[in-house]
C-alpha cells in the first residue's frame, strides 16, 4: 500500500472512476460504520457526517449485529480501533482514519484489517465528506447529461432544451433542466413556471464544493414534472466556475438525465459545464449565414466538449440539406428539427414545449432518448 500521508490508495484514486459510472457500493444498503472510542476522532467524524447528510452506526468494535458490517456501504476505522477489528471480513470501502501524520505502524494496521487506503485529519476531511454524502445520497449512476448550444442567436436552442426536458420527464425519467445562461431570459418562464417556488441561481451563486444532490433536487422549483434551476428576475449575478462545477456535479449524481441549456460564449463557468456533458447538440437555422456563425461557435465548444453534434432546424434555404450543413461544420448530424406549427400559440396558452408528443418537437427528442439512453442509463455514441 503507497500513497500520501493524507491517503494511501491500493487502488486508484477518488477521481479514476469511470464517467457514467458511480462511485461507492449501488449495491449495498445501510448506514455508514464508524468504529472508534477515541472521543476527539468521533467528534470529528460524527461533524462530518451531520455536513454530509448521513445518519452513522457507531460501535467501539467489530459490531455483534450479524452483517452490519458488511452491510455498511462505508465503514471508517479509528485508529485506535485497528487491532480490535482484526478479523473482520475482508471486503471494499473500509478506510482506517486517525490524525498522526508521522506513525510509519500506519500501513501494516491498514493492510491487517484490509482498509483500502489511509486518511489522516484534518487533511482528508474533504474526501471523508464526500464519501459519506455518496453513502447518504446512494450510489446511483450518473445521469446522462446533454447540452444544447444555439448557433446563432435566435436558433431555438432553450426551446429544444425545454422539449428535451418535457419529454424526458413525459418518460418517467428523473429529469433536471439547468438554465447557464444567464442572458437568456429564464427557462422556467419558457415553461410558465416562473411563479414556481424554489430556489434559483442567486442561491447557488458562491456554492463551492460538494453540493448534495438530494438537497439541490428538493429545493428546486417543479414544473411539468422536472426540476428546474433558472434565474430570478432580479440583477443578473454571477455564477463562478466553482459554483457551475459544483451544482452540476450534484445534478449528474442524481441520476436520470440532466439538460443544460448553454450560451454561445465560452467562458470559464461555461467551459465547466462543457467538461460535464456526454452530449452536445449545436442547433443551426438551416441558413447559410446561421451555418457561418455556428462554425465559430463550434469551434470554440470542440476545445473543451468532444461529442458534440449539429441538429438542423427548418425550414431550409434554397440549396442547403442536413447533409452538406453538417459536414460544413465537421460536426456528426443528430437530425433534423422541423418547424413547429402553432408553437408560438402553444407558448402563449402555457403548453411548454414538446408537450405535443406527435408535434415535430416531441417526435425529435422521443427518438433523440431512445438512440441515446441505453439500458443502464449510460450516454450511447
Do not use: Y
Not at 443544460?260 to 460535464?276: M, S
Amino acid at each position: 500500500m503507497v500513497g500520501s500521508k493524507a491517503s494511501g490508495w491500493s487502488r486508484g484514486t477518488p477521481d479514476e472512476t469511470p464517467r457514467g459510472v458511480a462511485r461507492g457500493s449501488a449495491d449495498r444498503n445501510g448506514r455508514p460504520l464508524i468504529v472508534t472510542e477515541d472521543v476527539e476522532l468521533l467528534d470529528d467524524l460524527l461533524r462530518l457526517c451531520a455536513a454530509a447528510g448521513a445518519e452513522p452506526e457507531v460501535h467501539h468494535k467489530i459490531p455483534d449485529a450479524r452483517g452490519s458490517w458488511e452491510r455498511a456501504p462505508l465503514v471508517l476505522v479509528g485508529d485506535d480501533a485497528a487491532d480490535r477489528c482484526r478479523g473482520a471480513t475482508r471486503r471494499p470501502g473500509v478506510m482506517l482514519v486517525g490524525r498522526d501524520q508521522d506513525d510509519p505502524a500506519v500501513w501494516q494496521r491498514a493492510v491487517e484489517i484490509g482498509a483500502e487506503c489511509v486518511l489522516r485529519l484534518p487533511d482528508a476531511e474533504g474526501w471523508i465528506a464526500d464519501r459519506l454524502a455518496d453513502a447518504a445520497e446512494g450510489a446511483a449512476e450518473h445521469a446522462v447529461t446533454v447540452g444544447v448550444i444555439g448557433g446563432r442567436g435566435g436558433a431555438g436552442a432553450s426551446t429544444l432544451a425545454c422539449a428535451l426536458a418535457v419529454t424526458a420527464a413525459r418518460a418517467g425519467l428523473r429529469t433536471m433542466l439547468v438554465d447557464a445562461d444567464p442572458l437568456g431570459g429564464g427557462l422556467d418562464v419558457l415553461l410558465g413556471g416562473e411563479r414556481a417556488e424554489g430556489r434559483r441561481w442567486p442561491d447557488f451563486a458562491a456554492s463551492k464544493g460538494r453540493v448534495a444532490g438530494t438537497a439541490l433536487e428538493e429545493s428546486l422549483p417543479r414544473v411539468h414534472d422536472l426540476s428546474v434551476l433558472s434565474w430570478d428576475r432580479g440583477d443578473t449575478v454571477t455564477v463562478g466556475p466553482d459554483a457551475m462545477r459544483s451544482v452540476l456535479a450534484a445534478a449528474r449524481r442524481r441520476g436520470g438525465v440532466v439538460v443544460v441549456d448553454l450560451p454561445r460564449r465560452v467562458d470559464e463557468p461555461v467551459a465547466e459545464a462543457l467538461a460535464q456533458l456526454d452530449v452536445g447538440l449545436l442547433v443551426v437555422p438551416a441558413e447559410l449565414r446561421a451555418v457561418a456563425a455556428a462554425e465559430r461557435v463550434a469551434s470554440m465548444v470542440r476545445m473543451v466538449l468532444g461529442d458534440l453534434r449539429a441538429v438542423v432546424r427548418g425550414p431550409h434555404a434554397a440549396g442547403l440539406d442536413d447533409a452538406w450543413i453538417a459536414e460544413a461544420l465537421g460536426l456528426p448530424l443528430a437530425g433534423e428539427l422541423p418547424p413547429e406549427p402553432g408553437l408560438s400559440d402553444a407558448l402563449d396558452s402555457g403548453d411548454p414545449p414538446g408537450s405535443r408528443a406527435r408535434g415535430p418537437l416531441g417526435v425529435f427528442c422521443a427518438a433523440f432518448w431512445e438512440r441515446a439512453l441505453g439500458q443502464d442509463g449510460g450516454a450511447r455514441t
